[in-house]
C-alpha cells in the first residue's frame, strides 16, 4: 500500500481502551485512565484502563479457573494445534490493522510492522502449534519391577509482561509456547503500546481459545505490573524489558510465592569485524541495520562496533554512507526506514548521550541531530561516534537508540576482551573469513546469540536470551517449553 492508503486507515483505525478479562472488556474499579500517545504526531490515540490490584486479581483468578476447570490444558495436543493455527491465520487475516496499531502506538515504520512483526507473530503462533503433537515423554531406565515416567506439565497460571518495541512479537514469543504447554496467561503489555495485544486476545477468543485462558490486563508497571509480580496465585512470570524492572521482579517473587521468573533484559552487543574480512561492504551494511532498525529500540542491538585499526577509516567510511538510508520519516510512509522514538522521554534520555559523547572524547562521524516532522520532534539522525572508551556511558549501558559507538583494536585478544568487559551478555555478532578464528572467537564471547557474518541471527527454531545481567532462560525454540511446564516423574511399581 502506498503512503495515502495508510493514513486514510490511519483516520479510521479505532482503539480498544480496556482489559479483556475471561472474554469480556474491563475498565479499572477506580476509573483510572492512561493516555496512549502517538509519538509520530504527539497526539492522543485513546485513554486506556489503568488496571490495579482488583483487576489483576480478577484475571488471575480467571486464568485459574479456566486452567482448573476449563477444556484447554485437558485437550490433546492437536486440538490445542488446531487452535494455534488458526490464531496465526487470523493474524494474517488482520494484517494491516495489527501493523498500524504497533506503528501508530510505538512510532516504528508501519512497513516494518507488516513484513516483519504480523507475520513473524503468526510464525511462532504456527510454529508451537504445528510442535504440539511432535513432542514425547521420557521412560526411565529402571529395573524390570518398576516402570518410571518423565511428563512435562503445565505449570498453570503464567503471567508475561512485555515491551514497547516489538508490542506483538514479544506478546507472541512468550504466549505461543506458554498456551501450547496447557497453561492460562494474564499478559500485561506495555502501557505505551496496549492495542496490538488487545486485538490479539479478541482474535484468541474468534480462533476458538476458552475464555478466562488468556486475559490482558492494561496498566502502568509500578501498579499492575508490581500487583502480577506480587500475586500468589501466579505460578511463573516471564518478562522482556530493562534490568532494573527484571530486578524488581526477582524480589517481588521472593517477597511472594517464590514463582518462577524468566527474565529477557537488556543488551549493548558487540559486532567484531576483523581485517581479514572480505566483505566490508556487505559488513558495513549489515552493522547499519543492527543499530538502526526499529529507531535501533532493540534490545540486542549491535550498538558497540569493534573495528581492528587497520581497516578502521575504511569501513567507518563505508558505515557512515550506510547511514544516509537510514534517514527518519513518518512512519506511515512506505519510503522510511526509521520512523518515530517512542516517546518524548526516551527521545531526550537519547538525546543526553549524544550529547555526552560530544563532550570528548568521542567524534561525531555522523547525525546526532534532533528532527520534527507532523508536530513531533521525536525523531533522532541515525548517529555514529568513533573513539569511544567502554568508559564513556556511551559505551556502557544502554542506550536503546540509534547511536553506535565505534572503538578500534589491534587485535584478537584485545577484541575478545573489549566485548566481553561488560555487564550484558545477549548478543554478539562477528566478521572474519578465517574459519579458524571465526569458531575460535565465537567461543569466546560471552554472548547468548554469536553470529557469524551476519548480525542479530534469529529464527523461532533457535533459542533467543543470554547470561549476565541480560537475564537467563531463553525464549524461542523448544527450549522456551523449560520455562512454561515442569518435569512430573510418576514411578509405577509392579507387584
Known amino acids: 500500500m502506498d503512503f495515502n492508503s495508510w493514513q486514510r486507515l490511519a483516520k479510521q483505525q479505532t482503539f480498544i481502551d480496556g482489559a479483556l478479562i475471561d472474554g469480556r472488556a474491563h475498565l479499572a474499579e477506580n476509573g483510572q485512565t492512561f493516555a496512549v500517545i502517538n509519538p509520530a504526531t504527539n497526539t492522543l490515540l485513546a485513554r486506556v484502563a489503568a ?184 505460578d511463573a512470570l516471564a518478562f522482556t524489558g530493562s534490568t532494573a524492572v527484571g530486578k524488581a521482579f526477582m524480589q517481588y517473587s521472593a517477597q511472594s510465592n517464590l514463582k518462577q521468573v524468566w527474565l529477557e533484559c537488556g543488551g549493548k552487543s558487540p559486532n567484531l569485524v576483523f581485517a581479514d574480512c572480505q566483505n566490508l561492504a556487505l559488513a558495513a551494511e549489515k552493522a547499519a541495520f543492527g543499530i538502526f532498525f526499529n529507531q535501533g529500540e532493540v534490545c540486542s542491538a549491535n550498538s558497540r562496533l569493534l573495528v581492528e585499526r587497520s581497516i578502521h577509516d575504511e569501513f567507518v567510511a563505508r558505515l557512515a554512507e550506510n547511514a544516509k538510508a537510514w534517514q527518519p520519516g513518518d512512519p506511515l510512509n512506505p519510503t522510511s526506514k526509521m520512523g518515530a522514538v517512542v516517546n518524548a522521554r526516551q527521545t531526550e534520555r537519547i538525546l543526553k548521550y549524544i550529547a555526552e559523547a560530544k563532550a570528548g572524547p568521542a567524534r561525531l562521524v555522523t547525525g546526532g541531530g534532533q528532527l520534527t516532522f507532523n508536530g513531533s520532534n521525536n525523531f533522532i539522525q541515525p548517529t555514529i561516534f568513533t573513539g569511544v572508551t567502554p568508559q564513556l556511558p556511551l559505551s556502557s549501558e544502554e542506550v536503546f537508540g540509534p547511536v553506535l559507538a565505534v572503538t578500534a583494536f589491534d587485535h584478537e585478544g584485545e577484541a575478545v576482551h573489549l566485548a566481553n568487559d561488560h555487564i550484558y551478555g545477549l548478543a554478539a555478532s562477528v566478521w572474519t573469513d578465517d574459519l579458524n578464528r571465526a569458531h575460535r572467537v565465537a567461543q569466546r564471547l560471552n554472548a547468548g546469540t554469536v553470529s557469524v557474518n551476519t548480525v542479530d541471527a534469529l529464527d523461532v527454531s533457535v533459542p533467543f536470551g543470554g547470561g549476565k545481567q541480560s537475564g537467563f532462560g531463553r525464549d524461542l525454540s523448544l527450549h522456551s517449553f523449560d520455562k512454561y511446564t515442569q518435569l512430573k516423574t510418576t514411578w509405577f511399581q509392579f507387584r
Not at 128 to 140: I, S, T
Not at 149 to 165: E, Q, S
Not at 204 to 233: K, S
Request: glycine share 8%; hydrophobic share 50%; with cysteine.
Open 51 to 234: 488496571c490495579g490490584e482488583a483487576e489483576v486479581d480478577l484475571a488471575v483468578r480467571a486464568a485459574r479457573r479456566a486452567y482448573d476447570q476449563g477444556p484447554w490444558a485437558k485437550m490433546p495436543p492437536r486440538e490445542r494445534k488446531a487452535v494455534l493455527l488458526r490464531l496465526a491465520e487470523l493474524l494474517l487475516a488482520n494484517r494491516e490493522e495489527l501493523a498500524l496499531l504497533d506503528s501508530m502506538s510505538m512510532g516504528k515504520p508501519v512497513m516494518d510492522a507488516y513484513h516483519v512483526d504480523v507475520p513473524g507473530a503468526a510464525g511462532v503462533f504456527a510454529w508451537y502449534g504445528e510442535a504440539l503433537d511432535k513432542l514425547y515423554d521420557e521412560v526411565a531406565p529402571t529395573g524390570r519391577d518398576a516402570l518410571a515416567t518423565i511428563t512435562r506439565v503445565p505449570l498453570g497460571v503464567i503471567a508475561a509482561v512485555v515491551p514497547w518495541n516489538f508490542p506483538l512479537d514479544m506478546a507472541a514469543w512468550k504466549l505461543a509456547p506458554a498456551l501450547a504447554a496447557g497453561n492460562s496467561v494474564v499478559l500485561k503489555p506495555a502501557e505505551q503500546s496496549p492495542f496490538s495485544a488487545l486485538r490479539l486476545a479478541q482474535l484468541a477468543l474468534e480462533a476458538g481459545l476458552p475464555e478466562g485462558v488468556f486475559n490482558v490486563v492494561t496498566g502502568l508497571g509500578d501498579t499492575a505490573g508490581r500487583a502480577l509480580g506480587l500475586h500468589p496465585d501466579v
